[in-house]
């Protein structure tokens, strides 16, 4: 469509919608302000759940932006410990007579 055409329209739709609201009966016409007031009481609510979401959604993740940024990656002790544990050379002969140690343990609760 050009701007003329276009124009041209819109203009006629608005005329034709200006005829159509002068015919409207007076019940027909008190239902629509009803409805149209109950749409626009009904608006600030819903707009005020949503920036009330909005707000809790940017606090939670900017507490959890806060939280992964400025808390110390600490690693587990027992990792370590089990670290230094299998790094020492001792520690492979436990592992060759392992079949040893379950029989002694097996023996030992029975005792």
Known sequence: MTDDTESR????AKAELERSAQQLDEQASARLRAARWRALEARP???????????????????VVAFLLFTPAVPPVAGFEQFDL??????????????FYRWLAENTDAA
Not at 9 to 12: E, G, K, L, S
């Open 9 to 12: 329209f819109i203009a006629a």
């Open 45 to 63: 609510r819903r707009v005020a759940w949503l920036a009330a979401g909005g707000l809790a959604t940017a606090a939670l993740t900017a507490t």
């Open 86 to 99: 299998l790094s020492e050379n001792d520690s492979l002969e436990l592992y060759r007579e392992l079949e």
